[in-house]
T-cell receptor, first 109, second 117 residues
Framework: GQNIDQPTEMTATEGAIVQINCTYQ??????LFWYQQHAGEAPTFLSYNVLDGLEEKGRFSSFLSRSKGYSYLLLKELQMKDSASYLC??????????WGAGTKLIIKP | GAVVSQHPSWVICKSGTSVKIECRSL??????MFWYRQFPKQSLMLMAT?????????EQGVEKDKFLINHASLTLSTLTVTSAHPEDSSFYIC?????????????FGPGTRLTVT
């Protein structure tokens, strides 16, 4: 079966750095997405990785290791508005998005 | 760019009635649209995928006669929940893909919260 694992919840302090991990086992791989979802709202796109390595975009960076079936989302200089759920999703061999359950990130002052 | 709207944003209906939710891509043509439902504290669950002018492809376990999807144009898809029951109460989210930019990136609508009483 296809499986995506993320921690259920994480807590971090405003101004700090947090890393949200995602491991996956899917039938094929055509890329990995990270989305941010605030409570009661729809997800918004953060990043897309298809090659190994680190992609940096402002305060957010995303890393991929295809051989390890592993990705992480790194958030720097955390702000209160970063409190949200972060969803990892993998595009499988059929180009279907397989979604993780999401990681709820709580930012404390 | 790449804005998707949904209407209504929330709806309350009585058990046994039908509810229609609209999903529109406002500034691009959506070759593919997706319908998801999300229960509290759970991830997105794909219900169906639709391409303009063709029948929707439903995920296993999703009743196609209960959740009617129509993708009439490149900018509009509708989901009709027929004979709604309280267990259908959920957050329904549509998304759209235009086939360009980041491959298979989906642009999400703001969601519709359905409560069936």
């Amino acid at each position: 079966g296809q499986n995506i694992d993320q921690p259920t919840e994480m807590t971090a302090t405003e101004g700090a750095i947090v890393q949200i991990n995602c491991t996956y086992q899917t039938s094929g791989f055509n890329g990995l997405f990270w989305y941010q979802q605030h409570a009661g709202e729809a997800p918004t796109f953060l990043s897309y990785n298809v090659l190994d390595g680190l992609e940096e975009k402002g305060r957010f960076s995303s890393f991929l290791s295809r051989s390890k079936g592993y990705s992480y989302l790194l958030l720097k200089e955390l702000q209160m508005k970063d409190s949200a759920s972060y969803l990892c999703a993998v595009l499988d061999s059929n180009y279907q998005l397989i979604w993780g359950a999401g990681t709820k990130l709580i930012i404390k002052p | 760019g790449a804005v998707v709207s949904q209407h209504p944003s929330w709806v309350i209906c009585k058990s046994g009635t039908s509810v229609k939710i609209e999903c529109r891509s406002l500034d691009f043509q959506a070759t593919t649209m997706f319908w998801y439902r999300q229960f509290p504290k759970q991830s997105l669950m794909l219900m169906a995928t639709s391409n303009e002018g063709s029948k929707a492809t439903y995920e296993q376990g999703v009743e196609k006669d209960k959740f009617l999807i129509n993708h009439a144009s490149l900018t509009l898809s509708t989901l009709t929940v027929t004979s709604a029951h309280p267990e259908d109460s959920s957050f329904y989210i549509c998304s759209a893909s235009d086939g360009g930019g980041v491959p298979y990136e989906q642009y999400f609508g703001p969601g519709t919260r359905l409560t069936v009483t």
